[in-house]
């Protein structure tokens, strides 16, 4: 069993074993460090009794142009991997979605390579539908594109949040940010 708690500074210095992973995006410690300054509250590790760190997620909260637009974003989850399928991935999921309730979100979502069919599953079963193919997304890795998908959350009872889901495969829009800072 797992316990959550907000991320701490010097949990980036102990994850190293979590993000060596193939299917485990490696960003800068500018990126970290930029999503506990700004959104500590959505910076949630994964904790087993004997204190070693088993997962975490890291996310961003987006006001929109209008109050439908404002959203929560997956920036980076990861489990380790003695403790997949252990329903840890589920427990961060699950308490990101909740604490972007808490803020009106109207949804939240993610990208995950395609490849990472485990992922693409999991998200399924927790309430994500696929929105679009993000094609290329990946820099450095062309022929690997992204799955965008999105889960409407409480105050979206119509699920209005859904209805632009094309799953047309199409390149980010320039206009449309990516918070995936791999330089």
């Known amino acids: 069993m797992s316990c959550l708690r907000e991320m701490h500074l010097d949990d980036l210095f102990k994850f190293n074993t979590l993000v ?5 995006e490696v960003y800068r410690l500018s990126f ?7 959104w500590p509250e959505l910076a949630v590790a994964a904790i087993t009794p ?4 088993a997962g975490f997620i890291f996310g961003k909260f987006q006001p929109g142009m209008d109050d439908t637009d404002m959203h929560g ?8 991997m003695h403790f ?5 991935a589920s427990l961060l999921m699950n308490h990101f ?3 972007l309730d808490y803020k009106n979100a109207w949804y939240v979502d993610l990208y995950l390579r395609c490849s ?5 599953k999991l998200y399924c079963s927790l309430g994500y539908c696929l929105r679009r193919v993000l094609l290329e997304y990946y820099p450095g890795d062309p022929d690997e594109d992204a799955y965008d998908m999105r889960k409407p959350l409480a105050i979206d009872v119509q699920q209005t949040s859904l209805l632009h889901a094309s799953r047309q495969a199409v390149h980010l829009p320039s206009d449309e940010e990516s918070d ?3 330089n």
């Open 20 to 24: 060596f992973d193939p299917f485990t």
């Open 32 to 38: 970290f460090m930029r999503h506990l300054a700004q």
């Open 50 to 53: 004997h204190g070693q760190l």
């Open 73 to 80: 974003h997956v920036c980076a989850l990861t489990v380790e």
């Open 84 to 88: 997949r399928r252990l329903g840890v």
């Open 97 to 99: 979605a909740q604490m």
């Open 116 to 120: 990472n069919e485990s992922a693409y």
């Open 180 to 182: 995936d800072d791999y």
